[in-house]
């Protein structure tokens, strides 16, 4: 199978949210990427919820498992080629499930804000540990190893999206997190692209 085509996957998933991010957050009358969650724009009751749902997470959930898939065909000769593909393949399907999880209006306590909820820790949580597993698994790699640093920096800054103070504005300091997620998704997939290229 053409891993690159996986690759691409995995490049087109941080471009297709930023893209989707600007032009359903421009379509949404009071909304500001500053101050509002990226959920708000698919929760009950949002203009545009059911096309920011099927593009916003779940086709973008969709090209992250994808690239897993790349991810998984490249590194089965590596140590940790099961646990790094696995947890972005992980990390993919709960971005996917923000899609028919979708809050409800105000995150108003729910069954399904609750699922939408477990859909961000299923989501968020296995990026944590792959960017720091990552670079443990891949040191023995000449290749991958030239991004463990790049792979620490994002975990750090992730988990330091926690920590935010609460007088931050809300929308930007969950795209903190959520820039260190989908730039890692980005540069390794590129990093995967060209190693594949290498080859012919």
């Given at each position: 199978?053409?891993?690159?085509r996986f690759?691409?996957c995995?490049?087109?998933?941080?471009?297709?949210?930023?893209?989707?991010?600007?032009?359903f957050?421009l379509?949404s009358?009071?909304?500001?990427?500053?101050?509002?969650a990226?959920?708000?724009?698919g929760?009950?009751?949002a203009?545009y919820?059911?096309?920011?749902?099927?593009?916003g997470?779940?086709?973008?959930?969709?090209?992250?498992?994808?690239?897993?898939?790349?991810?998984r065909l490249d590194?089965?000769r590596v140590?940790?080629?099961?646990?790094?593909?696995?947890?972005?393949?992980?990390?993919?399907?709960g971005?996917?499930?923000?899609?028919?999880?979708?809050?409800?209006?105000g995150?108003?306590?729910?069954?399904?804000?609750?699922?939408?909820?477990?859909?961000v820790?299923?989501?968020?949580?296995?990026?944590?540990?792959?960017?720091f597993?990552?670079?443990a698994?891949?040191?023995?790699?000449?290749?991958?190893?030239?991004?463990?640093?790049?792979?620490?920096?994002?975990?750090i800054?992730?988990?330091?999206?926690?920590?935010?103070?609460?007088?931050?504005?809300?929308?930007?300091?969950?795209?903190?997190?959520m820039?260190?997620?989908?730039?890692w998704?980005?540069?390794?997939?590129?990093?995967?692209f060209?190693k594949?290229?290498?080859?012919?």
């Amino acid at each position: 199978m053409n891993v690159k085509r996986f690759a691409l996957c995995g490049m087109l998933a941080p471009i297709v949210f930023a893209l989707a991010l600007a032009i359903f957050s421009l379509m949404s009358p009071g909304y500001s990427n500053l101050t509002n969650a990226v959920s708000e724009l698919g929760m009950t009751g949002a203009p545009y919820a059911l096309a920011w749902n099927a593009i916003g997470f779940v086709l973008v959930g969709a090209l992250t498992i994808a690239y897993a898939w790349g991810l998984r065909l490249d590194m089965r000769r590596v140590s940790g080629s099961t646990i790094v593909p696995l947890l972005v393949a992980i990390s993919g399907l709960g971005f996917a499930g923000l899609g028919p999880f979708y809050a409800e209006a105000g995150f108003q306590p729910s069954l399904r804000t609750t699922l939408h909820f477990v859909m961000v820790s299923v989501n968020f949580l296995p990026f944590i540990l792959v960017a720091f597993i990552f670079p443990a698994k891949m040191k023995g790699n000449d290749y991958w190893k030239k991004w463990a640093l790049f792979s620490v920096v994002m975990g750090i800054l992730a988990v330091a999206s926690f920590f935010i103070p609460k007088t931050f504005p809300l929308g930007l300091s969950q795209r903190i997190g959520m820039g260190a997620n989908f730039l890692w998704l980005f540069v390794t997939s590129l990093a995967l692209f060209r190693k594949q290229s290498e080859k012919f």
